[in-house]
């Protein structure tokens, strides 16, 4: 079993940047992806990205490229996202899952696709 906490969540306003991080543990060496997931109220949860721990390869929503950059650093069992510029309609909560087995995109991917999932960190980007 894989425990997942996410962190770095903060109210941040239009323009600005945060890093999130998302530390696994666990059996976390059975993990083959891992991936950030949000979900604005009144909103279902997307995906955002995801990133293969075998690689490296990522994968985005179109809405993030270019502005959010998912990172995994293995000797700390932690996976971190990188949010640049952001605007207010990225506001929201934004989970952490994990998986062994991967969707090979992020898009159209549902958190339910994913093993672990953790609790949340709230995003807040005012105009």
């Known amino acids: 079993q894989v425990q997942l906490v996410e962190s770095g969540g903060a109210s941040v306003q239009a323009g600005g940047s945060l890093r999130l991080s998302c530390h696994a543990s666990?059996?976390?060496?059975?993990?083959?992806?891992m991936a950030w997931f949000r979900q604005a109220p009144g909103r279902e949860r997307e995906g955002v990205a995801i990133?293969?721990?075998?690689?490296?390869?990522?994968r985005y929503v179109d809405s993030v490229k270019g502005r959010f950059t998912i990172s995994h650093e293995s000797a700390k069992n932690t996976m971190y996202l990188q949010m640049n510029s952001l605007e207010p309609e990225d506001t929201g909560m934004y989970y952490c899952?994990?998986?062994?087995?991967?969707?090979?995109?992020?898009?159209?991917?549902?958190?339910?696709?994913?093993?672990?999932r953790g609790q949340g960190t709230q995003v807040t980007v005012s105009s």
């Open positions: 899952a994990a998986a062994s087995y991967c969707p090979t995109d992020i898009r159209g991917a549902k958190q339910s696709d994913f093993g672990s």
């Open positions: 666990g059996y976390t060496t059975r993990l083959n992806c």
């Open positions: 990133i293969y721990t075998v690689g490296g390869g990522t």
